[in-house]
Nanobody
């Protein structure tokens, strides 16, 4: 079983930065696909970024490319999301997730491809 514990988040002004962390415990392997998702009120959960260490692959939603960076410290079993140049439209509940296999090309940002989820952390960006 895999447990994901998130930290970070908060309220910032537009243009500022935040970093989210996700500490994994249990049977988590460096070859697992891990990702970040977000859900704004009244909207569906959407993929933000994902990473597969086995191939050194990262995937980003178009809306965050060039502003967000996903990374992973396998020694610490911790996933990160560095968010820069935040915009009000980035406001959402953010979730980390893990998939007990590699990231599937074309599905790396689909919530349905992930079986383990963190508890969520709120990010609020004001203009």
């Amino acid at each position: 079983q895999v447990q994901l514990a998130q930290s970070g988040g908060g309220s910032v002004q537009a243009g500022e930065s935040l970093r989210l962390s996700c500490a994994a415990s249990g049977y988590i392997y460096s070859t697992y696909c891990m990702g970040w998702f977000r859900q704004a009120p009244g909207k569906e959960r959407e993929g933000v970024a994902s990473i597969y260490s086995g191939a050194g692959s990262t995937y980003y939603a178009d809306s965050v490319k060039g502003r967000f960076t996903i990374s992973r410290d396998n020694a610490k079993n911790t996933l990160y999301l560095e968010m820069n140049s935040l915009k009000p439209e980035d406001t959402a509940m953010y979730y980390c997730a893990a998939r007990a296999r590699y990231c599937r090309a074309g599905a790396a940002l689909l919530p349905g491809d992930y079986g383990y989820w963190g508890q969520g952390t709120q990010v609020t960006v004001s203009s």
